[in-house]
């Protein structure tokens, strides 16, 4: 004789219905939590071969930092390098003179140890060098000086 539970075909389907029941516990939700991956923290260092200096707050500056000011160029040229009225780090606002005809006003930004910006849609970097590289004799003597095209432009102090 043959049950009549192995013939019942909705069997498979209400022994499944029971599993499921079984298996819906209410998720812990602390539980979840206190199993998540946490993210690990991150250190965050400076990189040793950058020089930096604290101001007077304690906050490292960027090299490019005491280059602000006036430099001087042959026949009344100019650089003039200031931080950026918007507060942005690292930015900055050049004022050139770099032609008896044109002066204009250039957005820049530190990097490192040079500062880099768009001029006539060309990149420029202005970097320190000597007044020798400058390619002017009346800057020739000078120590401290910034170069932006070697040996046809560059501005001393």
């Known amino acids: ?22 298996c819906s516990k209410a998720v812990d939700n602390q539980a979840a939590a206190d199993n998540a991956v946490q993210a690990p923290a991150i250190e965050v260092l400076d990189d040793p071969d950058t020089p930096r200096v604290g101001n007077q707050d304690g906050a490292a500056e960027s090299p490019t930092d005491t280059w ?10 100019f650089l003039d390098i200031q931080p950026s009225s918007d507060g942005r780090p690292d930015h900055v606002s050049i004022t050139n003179r770099d032609t008896l005809d044109r002066q204009a006003e250039y957005s820049g930004v530190s990097d490192g140890a040079t500062i880099r910006f768009m001029r006539d ?14 390619g002017f004799k009346y800057l020739a003597d000078k120590t401290d000086c910034l170069i932006l095209v070697p040996g046809r432009e560059g501005y001393c102090r």
């Not at 013939?7 to 029971?18: K, R, S, T």
């Not at 602000?68 to 040229?77: D, F, K, M, Y």
Request: proline share 9%; charged share 15%; aromatic share 4%.
């Open 1 to 22: 004789m043959k049950s009549k539970l192995t013939h019942n075909p909705a069997l498979p389907m209400m022994l499944g219905l029971l599993f499921l029941t079984g």
């Open 68 to 77: 602000v000011g006036r430099w001087a160029g042959p026949e009344g040229l």
């Open 121 to 134: 849609g060309k990149a420029v970097t202005i970097r320190p060098g000597s007044g020798a590289e400058t």
